[in-house]
């Protein structure tokens, strides 16, 4: 069974920077492509980022340039570090593979943004 603990979200004022982590348990962790999503307040869930496991990484045009994802296999964690933050980042965020898979969803962590 697949658990996904994502962690290191808060508040914080706009320009700051987060570090967001995800722990991955049961999920062949080095065969996927590991994403981060957001869900802002009245909105759906979208794509943030995403890093394949030769290293490939894809992020969203909201995040391009403020945002880096890592992922450590060994560990089996997954990092999403994002600067300059602003307050349209504000959301909870979560882990999933890429695409997503439904029964994979954990509980995300809030990130809220101050102007």
């Known amino acids: 069974q697949v658990q996904l603990v994502e962690s290191g979200g808060g508040l914080v004022q706009a320009g700051g920077s987060l570090r967001l982590s995800c722990a991955a348990s049961?999920?062949?962790?080095?065969?996927?492509?590991w994403g981060w999503y957001r869900q802002a307040p009245g909105k759906q869930r979208e794509l943030v980022a995403y890093?394949?496991?030769?290293?490939?990484?894809f992020y969203a045009d909201t995040v391009k340039g403020r945002s880096t994802i890592a992922r450590d296999d060994a560990e089996e964690t997954v990092y999403l570090q994002m600067n300059s933050l602003k307050p349209e980042d504000t959301g909870v965020y979560y882990c999933?593979?890429?695409?997503?898979?439904?029964?994979?969803w954990g509980n995300g962590t809030l990130v809220t943004v101050s102007s």
């Open positions: 049961g999920s062949r962790f080095r065969r996927n492509t």
């Open positions: 890093i394949a496991g030769r290293g490939v990484t």
């Open positions: 999933n593979t890429w695409p997503s898979r439904m029964d994979f």
